[in-house]
Structures are given as structure tokens and as C-alpha cells.
């Protein structure tokens, strides 16, 4: 049986497909997780927090400074023009919508949704269709990529401030990660394939906080967070890309998809701020959604955009 490389084959699959098993379980026979260590520590919701943890030092320990340099002139400058963009967008949509949102979208789910980034989904594309410097704007991207930049936001924004303990829980890791990669590059060829690894488990653990009847509830408001994100990341850096730095927009198109990380932004902002746990679920459900359609349509874009400096010529 050749089960994995056709979980693989999937968009997302090595997460999404464990995260459904979990909320098959926890749905309608939840106590099989629920008989004790290490059973439920590893198989439930009680080991989130620990399995981000080990993939952001991954993250870190994958991730090389010096290559940002070269990604100045295009990539870098679309990164972080995005990662302002999206908090610009989503302080606009707590203080105007509230924590309730829009079309029974979170404000949760979209600011999670809006400052995601696949960064691994860019690094493949790049490697089809872009150059060296294209290439390089990996490493910026798993940094503004990481699921502190919309946690602080939405503490921010909610008025409870910057919670700078929450931050440095979940940057830490990485920069734990970053210093080891940088130490030894065997600790780097080592640790490649456990991010990787690690996804089933995430997916496992966060599917455990998931009622399938409320996510199938959740089909179409997850399509409209998908719209909603496309609109407010893709849209204008394209036309910025196009316009200012004369590229055909398939950079821009590839920073911008919904990263599988989304989907640990609502366990993580709990941890400090409660007050969302009534959007936890139908919030994880509409981020899953929309992280399947990233995966799909994204390539699609990337390469629609790539062809198109072609014809331009």
C-alpha cells in the first residue's frame, strides 16, 4: 500500500489528512485520545503547543540569514511590503468588525489567514520559476511567516497590548533553531526532513479541536476567507510588482498562499487571551478550507503569471 505517496500527493496532505482522522475521532469517539499519557499527549489536543514548538526549531534551524541579501531588489521588497500590508489590513478589520467579523468569518480566522505565508509552497515554486534572488527570499519569508506576527496582532489590536511573554514563547524556538543551524551544518542536514515529519502530528493534534459538524457548517465561509485573502494580499502586490519593478507578478503570487501554520494562530492566542475561544473551532475549519485552496490555486497562479513575462516579450 502505498499510502503515504498518496497522502503526499494531496495539497497539504501530510497535515490535512491526519487533522481530519483527528476530528473524525474527537467527533464521535473522543475518548480513545483521552486515556492518558503519552497516548493523549501525543494524539490530542494537549500536544499542540509542544509540536509547534519542535517545528519552529526546525524552522530556524532551515533557515539562512546570509541569503537574504540577494532577495532585496524583488522578493524582499514584496515580502515586506506584504507582511505591511496584512498588518495594516487585519488592525483595520478588529477595530471596525470586532471579534465577530464579517459573513460569520472571525476576526481570529482572517487575521490568522491574512498574515500567513507557505513559505515551503515558495521555496518549490521559486525553484520551478524563479531566480537566485527569487530563491534567497525564502529565509525572509519563514521569518514573517511565523504565527507570533498575527498572535500580536490580534493581542494588540484587542486591547490587551503586545503581550511580549506570548512572543517570545513562540520566537524563541526559532531563534534556538537559527543558532543551532549556524553552530554546525551537520545539525542542519540532520534535522532537514523534520518539519516535515513533525506535520501528521501537528495535523493529528489540531484536528482533536475540531466538531466536524460545525466544520462542515463551515464550507462556505472558509471559500470567502480564501476570496478575502486573495484580494488583500495578491491584488495589489501584483500591481506593484508589475508596475514598479516591471516583473509579470509571479513572486507576488507565490508569497502569497496560506501556510498549514495558520492553523495553530487560534491555540497560541489563547494561551494569553480567552476571549476568542467561542471562534476556536468554526476559526480552524475556515483556515482549513482555505489552506486546501491555497495549496491548489496558488501553483496555478505562479505559473498563469510566470508564462505571462513570456508573452509580454
Not at 87 to 98: A, E, H, K, T, Y
Amino acid at each position: 500500500m502505498n499510502i503515504l505517496s498518496n497522502v503526499k500527493k494531496l495539497p497539504g496532505g501530510l497535515m490535512l489528512v491526519p487533522m481530519v482522522i483527528g476530528a473524525v475521532i474527537h467527533t464521535f469517539i473522543p475518548d480513545i485520545v483521552e486515556i492518558g499519557n503519552p497516548m493523549t499527549a501525543i494524539f490530542s489536543k494537549q500536544g499542540t503547543m509542544t509540536v509547534v514548538g519542535i517545528i519552529l526549531i526546525f524552522a530556524g534551524i532551515d533557515t539562512n540569514f546570509k541569503s537574504i541579501r540577494k532577495c532585496v531588489k524583488k522578493s524582499g521588497f514584496l515580502i515586506v511590503l506584504k507582511l505591511v500590508l496584512n498588518i495594516v489590513c487585519s488592525l483595520f478589520i478588529i477595530r471596525v468588525l470586532g471579534e465577530g467579523g464579517i459573513y460569520g468569518i472571525s476576526s481570529l480566522a482572517l487575521v490568522a489567514c491574512i498574515c500567513s505565508c507557505n513559505a515551503g509552497l515558495y521555496l518549490a515554486l521559486m525553484k520551478q520559476y524563479g531566480d537566485e534572488g527569487d530563491l534567497a527570499g525564502f529565509a525572509l519569508l519563514n521569518v514573517t511567516g511565523l504565527p507570533f506576527i498575527p498572535v500580536a496582532v490580534l493581542g494588540y489590536a484587542g486591547g490587551n497590548g503586545i503581550d511580549l511573554n506570548s512572543i517570545a514563547a513562540t520566537i524563541l524556538p526559532f531563534i534556538i533553531g537559527i543558532i543551532l543551524g549556524s553552530i554546525d551544518q551537520e545539525i542542519k542536514k540532520f534535522t532537514r526532513p523534520g518539519m516535515e515529519i513533525m506535520l501528521p502530528f501537528l495535523g493529528f493534534c489540531l484536528g482533536s479541536s475540531i466538531d466536524l459538524k460545525i466544520a462542515f457548517q463551515s464550507v462556505g465561509t472558509g471559500i470567502i476567507l480564501f476570496i478575502i485573502f486573495t484580494l488583500l494580499n495578491n491584488l495589489p502586490l501584483v500591481l506593484v510588482e508589475k508596475l514598479l519593478l516591471k516583473s509579470s507578478g509571479y513572486v507576488s503570487m507565490g508569497i502569497s498562499s496560506v501556510a498549514g501554520l495558520a492553523l495553530t494562530v487560534p491555540a497560541l492566542l489563547l494561551q494569553s487571551d480567552s476571549s476568542y475561544a467561542v471562534y476556536m473551532e468554526r476559526a480552524l475549519s475556515q483556515i482549513a478550507m482555505a489552506v486546501v485552496l491555497s495549496a491548489v490555486i496558488t501553483p496555478v497562479l505562479v505559473k498563469w503569471r510566470w508564462k505571462n513575462k513570456f508573452i509580454r516579450r
